[in-house]
């Protein structure tokens, strides 16, 4: 990752374009409409098993906390399941 790349920036841009000025979640759509914005076609479905695959807590939304470990480095992931934190 880039080194001034900010978590957090990234979460509001994703959740955020629908005027709501305090996210709390991401949803399949959400991402749909980021890739979009960014000249890439995914589908809903698609999106949404992407969420699927990081969601703590299975209620088909990504926290922040899902977020930050989505993106973290894939030895830290695998260290912090394996520790069960």
């Avoid at 959740?15 to 589908?43: M, W, Y």
């Avoid at 949404?48 to 973290?72: H, K, P, Q, R, V």
Wanted: net charge negative; charged share 20%; glycine share 4%.
């Amino acid at each position: 990752m880039h080194k001034e790349f900010v978590v957090l920036n990234a979460f509001c841009r994703i959740a955020g374009p629908d005027g709501t000025d305090d996210p709390q979640h991401i949803e399949s759509i959400d991402l749909v409409t980021f890739f979009r914005d960014n000249v890439l076609v995914v589908s809903e479905a698609d999106c949404y098993m992407l969420i699927c695959m990081f969601d703590s807590n299975c209620d088909g939304l990504l926290s922040y906390a899902d977020l930050t470990n989505m993106l973290a480095p894939v030895s830290y992931t695998y260290e912090r399941h394996k520790l069960g934190t």
